[in-house]
């Protein structure tokens, strides 16, 4: 009886280590370098988009329920939302003689399939009669995936470091 014992009990212990010993074979494993290079290619399409003023590539990049906060404004919420928020812009982007934009990455994460990226902006804006505008600020721009597992732009959020100047 306790050699009939002593083998239940020795593959009770050998059927719970290998149960631990095990990989959990439903747990994804994630190279965060090949993410955040997909992701880089969202930005850089974004990006080339603003550039040759494509609204439609934007918002190929962009989540269903995209969500912007810029400074100093309401939010917009949606595809249709941004579509009809950038749209004005397009027009005052053709007519710039320079346009510069820039970003200073602080901080990259991926994690499962939320991905955020916290950096720092400039942006130098000059027109045809050469009156300059420039901002500085912080940023925020998170990312997730669609059904499809493709990354989208999801959140974007924004401040000007510069203070509000009142009119004279």
Known sequence: MNKKRNVLLSLSVMLILAMFS????????IDIESEKVAIQEI????????????????????????????????????KQAYRDY??????????????????EIDEFVVSGDWAFQLGKYTTRFVTLDDFEMYDEGNYVWIF???????????????????????GE
């Open 144 to 166: 997730k995936k669609d059904d499809e597992g493709k990354w989208k732009w999801a959140r974007v959020i924004s401040n000007s470091t510069i203070p509000v100047q009142a």
């Open 22 to 29: 095990c990989k959990n074979e439903t747990e994804k494993v």
């Open 43 to 78: 930005i850089d399409e974004h990006m080339d988009a603003i550039d040759s003023l494509d609204v439609d590539r934007i918002l190929a990049v962009q989540a269903e329920d995209h969500l912007d906060m810029p400074p100093n404004m309401p939010r917009i919420v949606g």
């Open 86 to 103: 950038f749209t004005p812009y397009v027009g005052f982007f053709e007519s710039l003689k320079h346009k510069e934009m820039s970003f």
